[in-house]
């Protein structure tokens, strides 16, 4: 059964960082096409924080470019997010996903919370 799990969520100070981790399980990470992290604020939809190909290139919502790193570690079998310079607009569930063999799996989601 492929899995992708998140981790890396946490309570954290406005200015602060924090790295978010998507760990692929029961399938190599190559076999995944684009992977992505997507975030989700209650009565809010779900919305795509940025995206990242197989070959790495990478795609990132306005309010986070430049702030956010998105990378895939293929010798580890994981997806992270370096997430700096955070704000309170930041604060959601985060979703990590990829399309791999013909499906497209999400993770569980990890809460984020910037607050003082």
């Known amino acids: 059964q492929v899995r992708l799990v998140e981790s890396g969520g946490d309570l954290v100070q406005p200015g602060g960082s924090l790295r978010l981790s998507c760990a692929a399980s029961g399938r190599s990470i190559f076999t995944f096409g684009d992977m992505g992290w997507y975030r989700q604020c209650p009565g809010k939809e779900r919305e795509l924080v940025a995206r990242?190909?197989?070959?790495?290139?990478?795609y990132y919502r306005d309010s986070v470019r430049g702030r956010f790193t998105i990378f895939r570690e293929n010798a580890e079998n994981t997806m992270y997010l370096q997430m700096n310079s955070l704000k309170p607009e930041d604060t959601a569930v985060y979703y990590c996903?990829?399309?791999?063999?013909?499906?497209?799996?999400w993770g569980q989601g990890t809460q984020v919370t910037v607050s003082s």
């Open positions: 990242i190909s197989r070959g790495g290139s990478s």
């Open positions: 996903n990829g399309f791999s063999l013909g499906s497209t799996i």
